[in-house]
């Protein structure tokens, strides 16, 4: 009996340009080689707080490569891309969103995610304001003032920060980190050594 | 008239895992366009005092992955891989060595250049020592006594300090970064980019 094929796990958190890069890549590759992802975003901000790494923009000399880069490999890999006025920026709401939309439906949080990312990366929406969170959840169907309320429960923020420890204890170190069948790669520029690794089983 | 093609530019330090993979690829990817490498080695100390980076395999999460990407995007590469017992590891007389073949002859500093890359990532050699780097220049024609004296001499300082200046003032902050007609490219991940760059002339 062939075993069940595993989700490949997609880490990343809404103010990741390769994040956002990944995101728009990643189902189709899966896809090619008949398999699934489960997106997971989490807060780089806890991350950084284990490793003591720093948003890329601020980092002396490779801040100023950085933004470069963002524009050139969107360029590379066909992606419409526009620096957010406002960077680094918050996720949080926008990450709690997406576990509520979840737990009632995969799809729209997907659908919501992708919206969320080409919101804050090619339309030049901040979607670190909360109304803005609801409008994209609301699109995919939410009911504002529930999800509203959600945004600040309890429950959210445990769930949040649960998946945030998870990934912290996967290794997760920086966006996106995805991992396949347990091989971690880390960046939009893994996606050729990805695709590599799921046509042959390794390598 | 045609304007004189420009080198494109290679800096790295010989402790660069990444540098050295780069270092496999980027002559005969330079070469299918007509292209020559300068290759300019400086010391990512000097430049990390500037930007507050730590070696990669000192940051936590992180550096267990990065010893795990080594050898993994080295077999992509299909570049052997061995990483080194001692790492980080200095390679101040190498880079001075490298400085002083390279005032000799061009295309010997060049063949120095490789032969301690591969010392060190794929010999198991400790490129740190003095004697390894006056053995591995001496197979260059170099003469033994003659550059062990130079290697602490004031000129051949200066030389190496002066690179990592200008290195720095091109906003080099991390190995390898690669040039070309002043367009930066950092990380042997961005190869793809730099061949589909010197194939249009910019994307």
């Given at each position: 009996?062939?075993?069940?094929?595993?989700?490949?796990?997609?880490?990343?958190?809404?103010?990741?340009?390769?994040?956002?890069?990944?995101?728009?890549?990643?189902?189709?590759?899966?896809?090619?080689?008949?398999?699934?992802?489960?997106?997971?975003?989490?807060?780089?901000?806890?991350?950084?707080?284990?490793?003591?790494?720093?948003?890329?923009?601020?980092?002396?000399?490779?801040?100023?490569?950085?933004?470069?880069?963002?524009?050139?490999?969107?360029?590379?890999?066909?992606?419409?891309?526009?620096?957010?006025?406002?960077?680094?920026?918050?996720?949080m709401h926008a990450?709690?969103?997406?576990?509520?939309?979840?737990?009632?439906?995969?799809?729209?949080?997907?659908?919501?995610?992708?919206?969320?990312?080409?919101?804050?990366?090619?339309?030049?929406?901040?979607?670190?304001?909360?109304?803005?969170?609801?409008?994209?959840?609301?699109?995919?169907?939410?009911?504002?003032?529930?999800?509203?309320?959600?945004?600040?429960?309890?429950?959210?923020?445990?769930?949040?920060?649960?998946?945030?420890?998870?990934?912290?204890?996967?290794?997760?170190?920086?966006?996106?980190?995805?991992?396949?069948?347990?091989?971690?790669?880390?960046?939009?520029?893994?996606?050729?050594?990805?695709?590599?690794w799921l046509a042959?089983?390794?390598?």
């Amino acid at each position: 009996m062939t075993p069940p094929v595993e989700c490949i796990e997609f880490y990343f958190d809404f103010s990741s340009p390769y994040g956002y890069l990944a995101s728009e890549k990643i189902d189709d590759l899966a896809a090619r080689f008949g398999r699934k992802v489960k997106w997971r975003p989490i807060l780089l901000g806890v991350v950084f707080k284990q490793t003591g790494a720093a948003p890329l923009t601020l980092v002396p000399l490779k801040g100023e490569y950085s933004l470069h880069d963002f524009s050139r490999s969107a360029r590379f890999l066909d992606v419409p891309y526009k620096h957010p006025e406002t960077f680094p920026l918050n996720t949080m709401h926008a990450a709690r969103a997406y576990y509520w939309l979840h737990e009632q439906d995969c799809a729209r949080a997907r659908a919501f995610a992708h919206s969320v990312y080409r919101a804050c990366f090619a339309e030049g929406r901040d979607i670190s304001q909360p109304d803005v969170v609801l409008e994209l959840a609301a699109r995919q169907g939410a009911d504002r003032a529930t999800l509203s309320a959600a945004l600040n429960s309890q429950a959210l923020k445990e769930r949040l920060k649960a998946e945030c420890d998870a990934a912290l204890g996967k290794g997760v170190f920086g966006s996106p980190y995805i991992i396949v069948d347990g091989e971690p790669f880390f960046g939009a520029d893994r996606l050729p050594q990805i695709e590599r690794w799921l046509a042959s089983g390794g390598f």
